[in-house]
């Protein structure tokens, strides 16, 4: 398993002691599984932050940035609500809204290694049971996805391409059906060689039988899927 973290903290010796805790973490968790930390160091980035969100289980968020970047924090959830963002810095009244927002955790003392030791075990205990986030070997090596960050999948042959947000795509060894059993029931069938996530669809063009994602990706609909996807689309749209 792959626990992906990100620091976007400007202070170097927290950064640097969140970084050496959550490798000792990682090394002494070999007992209880196969656990990697795979770490993104940060800095000032909030862009670069706001990128590999959808990728990321656990967040450590300085409260500097978090105050600067204030009108933009719910954009984060909204790119991946399974990630858990921590604030790392001040008890302030001004943090209660976004906690509310996404509860997750408040770190006061990043040197205390406690803190750090639960929030890594309650993260990674959840993930081993939880759909929403994928713990895949690709030919790039092995990846954590958010499932809520993947667009669609295309089987090829023996191999299955995970199309993400920002057009990267992963290719497992496998077969579709596989793969369907692992991501959340909003990923749907629309075409023997194609699964959407559904939530991503905004229109669907009955001219070419395609599905339309809101990054503008069109995906094919065959005959054998058509009245299925055009129910669940026409259910969709009333359920808004």
């Known amino acids: 398993m792959i626990l992906r973290v990100g620091l976007a903290i400007r202070d170097k010796n927290q ?19 196969d656990i990697e930390v795979d770490l993104a160091l940060l800095q000032d980035n909030f862009e670069r932050l706001r990128e590999i969100y959808p990728h990321l289980d656990l967040a450590f968020i300085s409260y500097d940035m978090l105050g600067e970047h204030r009108d933009r924090l719910s954009e984060l959830r909204r790119r991946n609500p399974a990630c858990v963002p921590v604030p790392v ?3 302030v009244a001004e943090l209660r809204s976004y906690l ?10 990043p040197w205390a290694a406690g803190e750090v030791d639960e929030l890594c075990r309650i993260c990674s205990t959840e993930l081993a049971g939880s759909r929403d986030v994928l713990q895949i070997k690709t ?3 092995c990846r954590a996805l958010s499932a809520a960050s993947i667009l669609f999948c295309q089987s090829d042959k023996k191999y299955v391409s995970l ?11 496998g077969k579709l059906d596989d793969l369907a059993g692992l991501l959340p029931d909003y990923f749907v069938r629309v075409h023997q060689s194609f699964l959407v996530n559904f ?7 009955r001219v070419t039988w395609e599905v339309v994602l809101d990054t503008g990706d069109r995906v094919p609909v065959s005959r054998t899927y ?13 359920s808004v």
């Open 199 to 205: 939530r991503r669809v905004t229109a669907l063009d």
């Open 100 to 109: 509310s927002i996404r509860p997750g955790g408040l770190l006061l003392r």
């Open 139 to 141: 030919r790039q090596g």
């Open 163 to 173: 199309v993400s947000e920002g057009g990267d795509a992963f290719r497992r060894l």
């Open 89 to 91: 810095g001040e008890t």
């Open 15 to 33: 950064e640097r002691t969140l970084s050496d805790q959550l490798i000792a973490w990682s090394l002494s968790s070999v007992r209880d599984g």
């Open 226 to 238: 058509r009245e299925s996807t055009g129910a669940l689309f026409q259910k969709c749209l009333l």
